[in-house]
């Protein structure tokens, strides 16, 4: 009497996972995509609250010359600000953006694949902006970012 034991044939295998390397092949540059966006938005929520705060802070009769780490921003200012270690903080009171354009009273978020956002007292629309257009979603300077 023959076995009736049942499975699969390897070419059945074989066609779910060429189906699921598709799939898989798609879906990823979307990840990475959705990945860089939540890292903008959250390097822009966290210069809103630097700016916010700053902005009291200088109101009230505080000064500053730089500051050049979220540890030293968050002293400063009285911020509990978490985030990545790859994305770099500084502020400054009087300095040059890593482009080279001059800040007055801001802050720069710098993220490791080279695009950073910043806020400061040169820019006319006052709110976070992309330095020279190199992030990946926000708007090129002069554009507004949050």
């Known amino acids: 009497m023959p076995s009736k034991t049942k499975a699969f044939t390897l070419m059945e295998v074989m066609i779910v996972i060429v189906i699921i390397?598709?799939?898989a092949a798609f879906g990823f540059p979307n990840y990475n995509k959705a990945v860089t966006k939540a890292d903008e938005h959250n390097m822009i929520a966290n210069l809103v609250t630097m700016r916010s705060t700053l902005n009291f802070y200088l109101e009230n009769g505080g000064?500053?010359?730089s500051w050049g780490n979220l540890t030293a921003i968050n002293a400063?200012?009285?911020l509990s600000i978490l985030d990545k270690q790859t994305v770099t903080y500084s502020c400054c009171a009087s300095c040059n953006a890593p482009?080279?354009?001059?800040?007055t009273n801001g802050c720069v978020a710098t993220h490791p694949k080279g695009w950073s956002l910043r806020f400061h007292e040169e820019h006319s629309s006052g709110g976070v902006h992309c330095a020279d257009g190199t992030c990946p979603t926000c708007p090129a300077a002069p554009g507004r970012c949050g």
């Open 99 to 103: 482009d080279g354009d001059a800040m």
């Open 76 to 78: 400063n200012l009285g």
């Open 63 to 65: 000064t500053f010359a």
């Open 21 to 23: 390397s598709i799939i």
